[in-house]
């Protein structure tokens, strides 16, 4: 027995599922489409956008491109003719300096005409348009002849009319230098630019800028002004400095008891001299400088300057036996030690001779007698106080019985002594105290005299001591120490 058959073939459901997959199939087929469609029409948009630009260029420059020093991105070739003043009566060069010069040369001025050789347009047509994708990522630098003529005598009227102005507030450069600071060091003062114009510099630059069609000129960076020629940062000006300043920077000072001399910025410069830049001491004048040092308180060999009872300045005269004496060779010595050693603070100075009464006052110390021989009057000092004052009466004055006149000290310290001799001197005295101070000089009492001070010493003075009254000599005898200084001034 046959069976029956439907007319289907396969498992029940198939149709059904192939059904639906016809249905997806016809649905996909259409997003492919709207795809395509889109992607036509963007490369259409990009085609259209480079092929516009291509058409853009082929009548305007790239960008980055410059002619003769002027831009000109994305210009047609008459704005570019326009910029670079080509074919435009309205052509003017604009030219300014330092300290607000400024100058118009117009077309008019200088008789200026054209005849336009195409330059620029044969320049423009050169340009690969289609490529302008490159070509707008790279800087393009040209330089055309031009076709302007102008009248050069009538420009270098405009010039000479230019120069003519400025010249009149021009202010010459002026070159860095070293100065000293407030504390005597070298610096570098920098240089100043100044608004000096080379005429000739002048000239070039603005019949250059009128040649090429430029319509702007800056004088200044075309190197038209004088320059320093030497600037703060030149290498023999710093060497220069550095090796001074090693020198300058020593402070020492050298005690003299109420006088300091000081080896400073100022004190060492005039001891130095400079070659090549390198500074050195110089040996004459550091002997110059101990020189001076000598002459004021080497009291021994030179006359010096005390300060009298009133606080006078008064000269005594060299050549006594009392006195401090530098030692010369070995000052000179120290001094450029103490400059090479780059030495700081306090030294002694080197004495030859000293003495144990102080320096004060120029070397006598504080205690020692001082005897006015003008106003006839003696002060005796200890410890800086007046411990005697009295008028005296000094040497005859004659060459052969004055009183002597400088510094000395006290030899010998005697009492009950009898001075002269009559047979070799013509007088024979007794005196109850003696201060003697020079050979047979000495100071004592006189009791023999009534009267003292004055100008009895003119016509009736000693024979060259130093006589004291009689109430006032134990004082003096008994304040005054062998070797103590004395002092006699006129």
Request: negative net charge; charged residues 25%; proline residues 2%.
């Amino acid at each position: 027995m046959r069976g029956k058959q439907d007319g289907s073939c396969g498992v029940p459901g198939q149709e059904k599922e192939r059904g639906n997959l016809m249905k997806i199939t016809a649905h996909g087929g259409k997003a492919g489409r709207a795809i395509r469609i889109v992607t036509a029409v963007s490369a259409a948009c990009a085609l259209g956008i480079y092929l516009g630009l291509a058409v853009y260029y082929h009548t305007h420059f790239f960008k980055g491109t410059s002619v003769n020093g002027q831009d000109m991105s994305n210009l047609t070739a008459a704005g570019a003719k326009a910029k670079l003043g080509i074919a435009s009566d309205g052509y003017r060069l604009e030219i300014t300096g330092r300290d607000g010069l400024e100058k118009t040369i117009s077309a008019a001025d200088i008789s200026r005409t054209y005849v336009d050789n195409h330059s620029v347009d044969r320049l423009l047509a050169q340009q690969p348009s289609f490529a302008w994708i490159v070509g707008t990522m790279r800087e393009r630098a040209e330089r055309l002849p031009e076709s302007a003529s102008f009248d050069e005598a009538a420009a270098k009227r405009q010039i000479q009319a230019l120069w003519n102005t400025a010249q009149a507030g021009f202010v010459s450069p002026e070159n860095a230098y070293l100065s000293r600071d407030e504390n005597g060091l070298y610096t570098i003062v920098p240089e100043k630019e100044g608004t000096q114009m080379n005429e000739e510099r002048l000239e070039k630059a603005v019949l250059g800028a009128l040649e090429e069609s430029r319509t702007s000129l800056d004088l200044d960076a075309a190197g038209v002004y004088e320059e320093p020629s030497v600037r703060s940062d030149d290498a023999s000006l710093r060497a220069e400095k550095a090796s001074v300043n090693r020198y300058l920077a020593v402070n020492v000072r050298y005690d003299f008891g109420d006088t300091v001399e000081k080896l400073d910025a100022d004190t060492i410069l005039p001891l130095l001299t400079v070659k090549d830049t390198n500074a050195s001491v110089s040996k004459e004048a550091v002997a110059e400088l101990v020189d001076r040092w000598c002459r004021t308180y080497s009291t021994l060999d030179y006359d010096f300057t005390i300060r009298n009872h009133r606080g006078d300045p008064v000269t005594v005269n060299a050549g006594g036996s009392y006195g401090w004496r530098l030692d010369r060779e070995a000052m000179e010595k120290d001094v450029t030690e103490a400059l090479e050693n780059s030495a700081s603070g306090k030294r002694e100075p080197v004495w030859e001779v000293t003495q144990n009464w102080g320096r004060e006052n120029n070397g006598l110390g504080k205690t020692y007698v001082e005897i006015d021989l003008s106003d006839q009057h003696l002060y005796a000092y200890r410890d800086g106080e007046t411990v005697v004052s009295t008028d005296v009466v000094t040497g005859l004055n004659n060459d052969e019985r004055r009183t002597v006149n400088g510094a000395y000290f006290v030899t010998s310290r005697m009492t009950d002594l009898i001075l002269g001799d009559l047979e070799t001197k013509g007088y024979e005295t007794h005196v109850d105290y003696w201060l003697g101070f020079c050979g047979g000089q000495g100071m004592h009492d006189a009791w023999w005299r009534s009267s003292f001070g004055g100008d009895i010493w003119i016509n009736d003075g000693s024979h060259g001591c130093v006589n004291v009254p009689e109430s006032v000599m134990p004082e003096l005898y008994a304040n005054v120490d062998e070797g103590e200084p004395v002092v006699l001034y006129y």
